[in-house]
C-alpha cells in the first residue's frame, strides 16, 4: 500500500478529516487538484456544534483568536425570522465569523503539524476497488500515476468524481427560481448608527440577519478586518452576461424598495462579486460503496441559508475518522465502519429538510407573509425556540439508544479536577471519566480508551466516543452499570485483551 487512506480533496472537510486519522495512528495522503489553497470568498463562519466540537480538538482559540471557551450565540435567525436565544437555559447555538479561507489555513496548518501529506495540483481521474483495497488513479504535474490505498475518501465537494466514479446516485431537486447576488460593497457612513444600518423610507437592518421583505432577501455584512459585502435574493430572471456592481445596486434597491447608495469598498483583501441561479439540495443514495466513503458535500448539498454546511461537512469528518482508524488497525468492531451512514445521513436528511423550510419562509408572497406571522406567534414559546435552536446547531442528535439519558448525545461540557472535557480530548482517543471514589470503572476498560479520574458530580461516568459522544454513562456503580459498560465497550471499541498493567 502507498497509503492507509487517500482523501481526494483539501477543504475544510477533507482536512479535518486527515487530522483525525493522523490523531488515530493512521496516515493519509490528501489529494487537491487546486495548486494552491483558494482565496475565493465561500462560508463566512461557523454554527452549531461544529464550534464545540474544535474547542475540544484545541482549535477553537486558533480560529477565534480568544482565549477561553466558546459561549453560546444571544441572538440567531431562521428562515429571516429573529431567533431570541437569549430566553434559553440551555442555547445550544454556538457562532464563529471567521472566513472559509481561514478556517482552510487552520485546518491546514494542523494537519501539516500531525503529518499529513497534502498533495496540490493531483486531481483523481478515477479508481478501481477489490477486497483489498482501492487503486486510485491520478493526473499530476509529472504526469500520470496510480497510488494503492486501503480507503478512498472523497471531501471533493457537490459535484464530487469520487461520487460519480463510484457510481454512487445523488437524488434530490433543483430550484430555480432564486437569484443571488453577493459583492464587496459599503454603505455610506451616515447610514450606520449604534452597528445598525438604519435606511431610510425602509427601516433597520442589523448586522449579518437576513432580512426578507414582499420583493426579496437582503443581507448587510459589514466584516471585521475584511472587506463589507452586501447579499441580495431574488426570484427573477436574471440578465445575460457577467455580473456587475451596478446589478447588486439595482437588486437591493428592489428588494428594499427604496435606494441604498452602495460604494465599491477601497482598502486590501479580496473582492467578490458573483451572481447564483438556484441552488439544489441532494443526497447521496449510499455515503459508501465498498471501500471508497464520503463526507461533506460530497454527500449532500442544500441551501446555504443559516450556515449548516460546515457544521455538517466537518462533524461527517470527525464521526468517519475514528470508525476507519479502527478499521484499517483491524480493532474495528463488526459492523463499525456502517455506523457512519446510519449516524450521517439522517443527520443529513434533517438539514436539507430544515433549509429547505427556512428557503420556504423566505419566499415572497402574501401566503408567506401570513405563514411567517403564525410561526412568528410560535417563537414566542420558549419551549419552540428551543427546539428549533436545538435543530440548527445539530444539538438534537441522539445518535442511538441507552439505559442513560446521555447516551448517544453529545458529551456534557464536564470539568474534572482544574480541566475541562475539551482539554482531555485533544488526542481524539476514547475516554471515560470515572469520578467514582475508587475508580471502579476504570478496570473494565483497557486501550483505545483513555481513563482520567477524579470527583465530580452525576453522572459518576461516562464513555465518550472520540467525535465527542456518550457511548455509555452510569449515576451510580451497580452490577447493571458494570455490564452495561462492557456492553459499550465490546460494542464500540472492541479494545485489546486486558493487560496485568492495565487492570
Known amino acids: 500500500m502507498d497509503a492507509e487512506v487517500v482523501i481526494a480533496g483539501a477543504g475544510p472537510n477533507g ?12 496516515r493519509p495522503i490528501v489529494l487537491e487538484k487546486l495548486p494552491e489553497r483558494s482565496t475565493v470568498p465561500r462560508a463566512n463562519g ?18 477565534s483568536g480568544t482565549p477561553g471557551p466558546p459561549q453560546p450565540a444571544p441572538g440567531f435567525v431562521f428562515g429571516a425570522m429573529p431567533l431570541p436565544l437569549d430566553v434559553l437555559e440551555e442555547n445550544p447555538v454556538y457562532l464563529l465569523q471567521v472566513p472559509q479561507v481561514r478556517i482552510e489555513e487552520v485546518l491546514q496548518e494542523r494537519a501539516l503539524e500531525l503529518g499529513v501529506e497534502i498533495r496540490r495540483g493531483h486531481e483523481l481521474t478515477g479508481f478501481t476497488q477489490d477486497a483489498d483495497g482501492v487503486t486510485v488513479s491520478l493526473s499530476g ?53 449604534n452597528g445598525l444600518l438604519k435606511v431610510p423610507g425602509y427601516g433597520v437592518v442589523p448586522p449579518f440577519l437576513h432580512q426578507r421583505t414582499e420583493r426579496g432577501l437582503f443581507v448587510w455584512a459589514p466584516f471585521p478586518n475584511r472587506l463589507p459585502a452586501i447579499s441580495t435574493g431574488e426570484w427573477d430572471t436574471p440578465p445575460e452576461g457577467e455580473v456587475t456592481f451596478q446589478e447588486l445596486q439595482e437588486s437591493a434597491d ?15 483583501g479580496v473582492r467578490q462579486l458573483r451572481r447564483v441561479v438556484g441552488g439544489n439540495s441532494r443526497l447521496a443514495s449510499s455515503f459508501r460503496s465498498g471501500r471508497v466513503l464520503l463526507v461533506g458535500d460530497a454527500a449532500h448539498v442544500h441551501s446555504a441559508i443559516g450556515g449548516p454546511g460546515l457544521n455538517l461537512g466537518l462533524q461527517d469528518a470527525v464521526n468517519l475518522g475514528w470508525k476507519l482508524a479502527a478499521e484499517v488497525q483491524g480493532w474495528a468492531p463488526p459492523g463499525l465502519l456502517d455506523t457512519y451512514e ?35 406567534e410560535f417563537l414566542t414559546d420558549p419551549r419552540n425556540v428551543q427546539r428549533v435552536a436545538e435543530l440548527i446547531s445539530g444539538a438534537d442528535i441522539k445518535y442511538h439508544e441507552g439505559s442513560h439519558p446521555l447516551v448517544g448525545r453529545w458529551a456534557p461540557d464536564l470539568t474534572i479536577g482544574s480541566k475541562r472535557l475539551a482539554e482531555l480530548m485533544r488526542s481524539a482517543r476514547p475516554l471515560l471519566v470515572d469520578l467514582t471514589p475508587d475508580a ?29 459522544y456518550v457511548a455509555w454513562a452510569a449515576e ?25 498493567a492495565t487492570r
Open 15 to 26: 482536512l479535518m478529516l486527515a487530522s483525525e486519522l493522523m490523531l488515530a495512528g493512521v
Open 46 to 63: 461557523l454554527v452549531g456544534q461544529v464550534i464545540r466540537m474544535l474547542d475540544r480538538r484545541g482549535l477553537y482559540e486558533r480560529l
Open 141 to 193: 504535474p509529472d504526469g500520470e500515476y496510480e497510488l494503492r490505498a486501503g480507503y478512498l475518501v472523497g471531501a471533493d465537494g457537490g459535484h464530487s468524481p469520487t461520487r460519480k466514479f463510484a457510481g454512487i446516485d445523488f437524488p434530490g431537486v433543483t430550484n430555480d427560481s432564486m437569484v443571488s447576488r453577493t459583492g464587496s460593497a459599503a454603505v455610506p457612513p451616515e447610514y450606520i448608527e
Open 254 to 268: 428592489r428588494v428594499l424598495g427604496v435606494h441604498l447608495p452602495l460604494v465599491e469598498p477601497t482598502g486590501e
Open 342 to 376: 446510519s449516524e450521517r445521513r439522517p443527520v443529513g436528511e434533517r438539514v436539507v429538510m430544515h433549509t429547505q423550510a427556512q428557503s420556504a419562509l423566505i419566499a415572497p408572497g402574501e401566503q408567506v407573509t401570513a405563514l411567517r406571522k403564525l410561526f412568528g
Open 440 to 468: 471502579s470503572f476504570a478496570d473494565l476498560v483497557a486501550d483505545p480508551i483513555e481513563v482520567v479520574t477524579g470527583r465530580g458530580e452525576a453522572p459518576i461516568a461516562v464513555l465518550i466516543r472520540p467525535d465527542g
Open 476 to 500: 451510580q456503580d451497580g452490577v447493571a452499570e458494570r455490564e452495561g459498560l462492557r456492553d459499550a465497550v465490546a460494542q464500540w471499541f472492541q479494545p485489546r485483551p486486558l493487560t496485568s
